[in-house]
């Protein structure tokens, strides 16, 4: 049986702050959307991503809530150019997340980084 992600599920410090960054800065369809959980479509073909509250969600779990920094994951969004690359970007920061890596050409393409308002990792990249 092969592996295949059907929904990714991140903590969040606020429910309705991240559920206003991934709907209206991002452009996310919410699918569901109660008091401790939200549920979006990131586009056809894709993964849902499911929001819960960072303590909830680490309960569920059965781990400690505490953490910082990199947290070894990333999420990584290929778009079809240097301009949809930059876009994206500019949408994250204007809806309240952090560019931590420029926008910026490679051998192989052309790629950034931002961060979500919980500092989620978010890479943006084209091969053209």
Known sequence: ????????????????RSKKFYAEGLGCEIAQDYPHFVALNLGEGSSSLALYPREAAAQDAGVSPEGSGFRGVSFHYIVDSKDAVDEVMKSAVAAGGDTVKEAAATQWGYFGYFADPDGHLWKVATGS
Do not use: F
């Open 1 to 16: 049986m092969a592996v295949q992600v059907t929904a990714i599920m991140i903590g969040v410090e606020s429910l309705d």
